[in-house]
């Protein structure tokens, strides 16, 4: 069923077993499995059913580290969450996203890696995987190249000592956007509440767990949520201001109080890190080697990542990239200048080298509550509601990284034969040319240790018996590959556990 909060009374008293506060990816997710498995849900949702645009409001916040996109535009309110801006066009529907699961090592605790490791192996994660493949509009979970026959009979003129071909699928957006709105509205226990954002959980007396969610409508009527169990969806930058503006009963913040809620704060470095001459003008009119197209009914794209025993050697952090047909005309000023200088492309065309690569985890990298009152605070008159104020940082290790590999893309490309590579990352320049994936982690980080981690390897936060958390702020690392496919998985296996704590009640 789905509701518009507009209409309800004030003072309102919604319950269900389990509320759960967003509906993205996350959220939506959790809500039609929980569903499914005969939980009564109720999810409230800050943004509209339909587009929109004055829900931005309420995301706006700060930016005080590395130049980031405005936070409005980063993300977003309403059914589907950020799924609503995905616009990556892979052949379907007319445009939806990449997606790939994170490689063993990412789990791994890697000596290299500070605050690297998760709680368990990739094994846990990859029936949940096969799900989460189901629910995204995926083909099978097969992310080799050979199973897509794209390896050319291995003779590759890209496969170096350090780099090997990869593969990433493409989804429509329409997964979590269009599609589910039928299932929810017809289902019997799940409740989809809209135009409703939660500004503060209301811990009970003893302070280990959740009694409320209070929330306000958009037209400014306060109401409120109990439930058994309360699941925070609300995104990599939500999820922490949420638990730091919940200062009733604990100062320092629900989840707080080893002052980790927000740090760590990680993302996905996308740069042009080289542009490719080809020494073949007909690598351009090859699709297997960068397009997207459609193999057996599921739109797949070819990639390159460092191998992991350059990985391991070199003591580095996950790298892949993509090679992208690119007009020469509408590259800057500066890297035509170089083509120029370097005698020139043979066409009006080159292949861009768009790098993606993982950030470690840092603790300087963070979110925290800014002086601002957000659009519920002022809506609520609540001063406590407040903005949430994002720094990004890069670490040392993730520069090196993407040097690194820039410098071994120069070498070994050169070496091969492919054509002339012109790099363009330099420590001095790099800051300026780095920009985010819209992909936002490690917010609210996993661990067994509550001194290490906000939630525990069940996502329960842990010091509260009955509070939960949905979404890439939980992932320790977040490897190089874009994360909703391993958001989903993780909220599949949330639902499974929640319905076993609920009956265990
Ligand atoms: C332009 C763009 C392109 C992207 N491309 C890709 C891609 O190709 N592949 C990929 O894997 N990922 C991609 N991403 C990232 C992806 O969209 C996110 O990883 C994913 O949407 C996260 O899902 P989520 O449900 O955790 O959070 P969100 O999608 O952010 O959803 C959170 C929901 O919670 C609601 N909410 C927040 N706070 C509250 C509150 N206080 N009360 C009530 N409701 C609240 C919001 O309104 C929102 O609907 C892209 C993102 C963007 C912006």
Redesign the pocket.
């Known amino acids: 069923m789905i509701i518009d909060a507009r209409t309800l009374d004030s003072s309102s008293k919604l319950h269900a077993d389990v509320c759960v506060?967003?509906?993205?990816?996350?959220?939506l997710t959790l809500a039609l499995e929980l569903g499914r498995l005969g939980v009564e849900v109720c999810v409230?949702?800050?943004?509209s059913i339909d587009w929109d645009p004055s829900s931005y409001r309420?995301s706006v916040g700060e930016n005080v580290g590395l130049l980031y996109k405005d936070l409005e535009h980063?993300?977003?309110?309403?059914?589907?969450?950020?799924?609503t801006?995905?616009?990556?066009d892979v052949g379907v529907d007319p445009a939806g996203?990449?997606?790939r699961p994170l490689d063993p090592i990412d789990l791994e605790s890697r000596s290299w890696v500070p605050r690297s490791g998760w709680p368990f192996g990739i094994d846990e994660l990859t029936s949940h995987y096969e799900k989460a493949q189901e629910i995204c509009g995926l083909g099978p979970l097969d992310y080799t190249v050979g199973g897509w026959a794209l390896d050319r009979d291995g003779n590759h003129p890209f496969v170096t000592p350090s780099f090997e071909p990869i593969v990433f699928q493409g989804g429509p957006a329409g997964r979590f956007t269009r599609d589910p709105l039928a299932v929810v509205g017809a289902s019997e226990n799940l409740r989809l509440y809209h135009h409703?954002?939660?500004?503060e959980l209301e811990m009970q007396a003893t302070g280990d767990r959740v009694c409320e969610a209070h929330?306000v409508t958009r037209v400014g009527s306060e109401v409120s949520a109990t439930a058994a169990i309360f699941v925070l969806?609300?995104?990599?930058i939500?999820n922490p201001r949420?638990l730091l503006v919940s200062r009733g009963r604990r100062r320092a913040g629900v989840g707080n109080e080893h002052g980790l809620v927000g740090t760590h704060f990680m993302e996905h470095f996308h740069a042009l890190t080289a542009v490719l001459i080809p020494g073949e003008p007909g690598w351009l009119e090859q699709p297997a080697l960068h397009s997207w197209h459609v193999v057996r009914g599921t739109p797949v794209q070819q990639m390159y990542r460092i191998r992991e025993t350059t990985v391991r050697s070199d003591h580095l952090l996950g790298y892949c990239f993509s090679l992208v047909p690119t007009a020469v005309a509408g590259l800057p000023a500066d890297v035509r200048s170089d083509i120029e200088r370097a005698g020139g492309a043979p066409g009006d065309w080159i292949l861009g080298v768009d790098v993606m690569s993982e950030q470690a985890p840092n603790p300087m990298s963070r979110v925290t509550r800014s002086d601002r009152v957000d659009h519920a605070g002022l809506m609520l008159m609540a001063p406590h509601s407040r903005q949430p104020s994002l720094s990004w940082q890069p670490a040392d290790l993730d520069v090196r990284t993407l040097l690194r590999g820039q410098e071994l893309v120069a070498e070994e490309f050169q070496r091969a034969g492919v054509g002339t590579v012109l790099t363009r990352l330099t420590r001095e320049n790099i800051d300026r040319e780095l920009y985010g994936?819209?992909?936002h982690m490690g917010t609210t980080r996993m661990h067994d240790d509550p001194a290490q981690g906000v939630v525990d390897a069940d996502c329960r936060v842990h010091s509260t018996e009955n509070l939960y958390i949905?979404?890439?702020s939980v992932f320790p690392t977040g490897g190089y590959a874009?994360?909703?496919?391993t958001?989903v998985a993780l909220a599949v296996r949330l639902a499974a556990r929640l319905r076993r704590v609920l009956g265990a009640g």
Do not use: C, K, M, Q
Request: charged share 10%; no cysteine.
């Open positions: 506060i967003g509906a993205g990816p996350a959220g409230l949702e800050s943004g309420l980063s993300r977003w309110r309403g059914f589907g969450g950020s799924a801006f995905w616009s990556l996203a990449r997606y409703v954002t939660v500004h929330a969806a609300g995104g990599g939500e949420l994936g819209d992909h949905a979404g890439s874009n994360p909703t496919l958001i």
